[in-house]
């Protein structure tokens, strides 16, 4: 063997693993490091401790407003997503290209930044303030400016992970169905639906992960008022500012451990839809061919 290939291949070796190296350093001390700090925190003082924590009455309070949030904008968007996404994947029409860009708004606006355009709209001084007091309905440091804060942030991806299956499917088999007989909802329901649904699920699992995460746009728009509109996440905040750091480490070790499942099932179906992907654009080639 030629020494000059063998050094070659011995200093892409080194430069490779020096690469990956440098990259698990970088996330040790970014991500790895400081996860397992709060476990270690929430467990610092035993099982017992840390399974108490979970029946203060302020961690339930936040817990089930938690839940009640990601129950309300995981379907509201799970809904809007299948419908934008089937309008954007399936028709052409002046303004397709701004609706993606509008979509994938909350990707590059700070949660902060649209908590205070809610305040601007929905708040004592805002937009629609006149109607609001008219009606006596409170939005701002209220329930329905956390759903509308939730919703905003978990937006796009339900939409983001259909339109791609849509478009690997193609139109055949729906075309097929509606040479049979079959109605535009038949169609949807037995034809469309079950070859997306494990991407609309992967959507679903981001989306819930998102709602029941999310901090910035919620804290804008909550008052953050224990028992009121304390979201779990700003009751981790809460709970350390008030120096109760074994409640503030348990709620923080609940929310790593969701992001955990949330990532462990994001890996499961992006497989799956890339396998579901891959048999839809041969089936569709199939299709062409014949």
């Given at each position: 063997m030629n020494p000059n290939v063998v050094k070659t291949s011995r200093s892409q070796d080194y430069v490779k693993y020096g690469l990956v190296g440098v990259a698990l350093v970088y996330l040790g001390l970014l991500l790895f490091l400081p996860a397992l700090n709060i476990f270690v925190q929430a467990f610092g003082k035993g099982l017992t401790v840390f399974l108490q924590n979970f029946a203060k009455p302020a961690f339930l309070s936040a817990l089930r407003l938690t839940l009640l949030l990601a129950l309300v904008a995981v379907p509201l968007?799970?809904?809007?997503?299948?419908?934008?996404?089937?309008?954007?994947?399936?028709?052409?029409?002046?303004?397709?290209?701004?609706?993606?860009?509008?979509?994938?708004?909350?990707?590059?606006?700070?949660?902060?930044?649209?908590?205070?355009?809610?305040?601007?709209?929905?708040?004592?001084?805002g937009w629609f303030a006149p109607l609001l007091t008219a009606w006596d309905f409170r939005v701002i440091f209220a329930f329905p400016g956390m759903v509308l804060a939730t919703i905003f942030v978990s937006l796009p991806f339900v939409v983001r992970e259909v339109i791609p299956v849509l478009e690997e499917m193609g139109h055949d088999q729906e075309e097929a169905a509606k040479t049979?007989?079959?109605?535009?909802?038949?169609?949807?329901?037995?034809?469309?639906?079950?070859?997306?649904?494990?991407?609309?699920?992967?959507?679903?699992?981001?989306?819930?992960a998102r709602a029941m995460g999310e901090f910035g746009a919620v804290a804008v728009v909550s008052g953050n008022i224990s028992f009121q509109t304390q979201s779990l996440p700003l009751f981790v905040e809460d709970a350390y500012k008030q120096y109760d750091t074994e409640a503030a480490y348990g709620a923080a070790a609940l929310l790593a451990l969701l992001a955990a499942v949330t990532l462990v099932l994001k890996e499961l179906l992006e497989r799956k839809t890339n396998r579901v992907a891959g048999r839809l654009k041969a089936l569709g080639q199939r299709h062409s061919s014949l």
């Open positions: 968007n799970t809904v809007f997503g299948l419908c934008a996404a089937w309008a954007i994947a399936r028709k052409r029409f002046p303004g397709r290209t701004l609706l993606l860009s509008i979509i994938d708004l909350p990707f590059s606006i700070s949660p902060v930044v649209a908590g205070l355009m809610l305040v601007l709209l929905y708040g004592r001084t049979l007989g079959a109605s535009d909802w038949q169609t949807f329901w037995w034809v469309t639906l079950p070859n997306i649904r494990w991407g609309v699920l992967y959507g679903v699992i981001l989306t819930n």
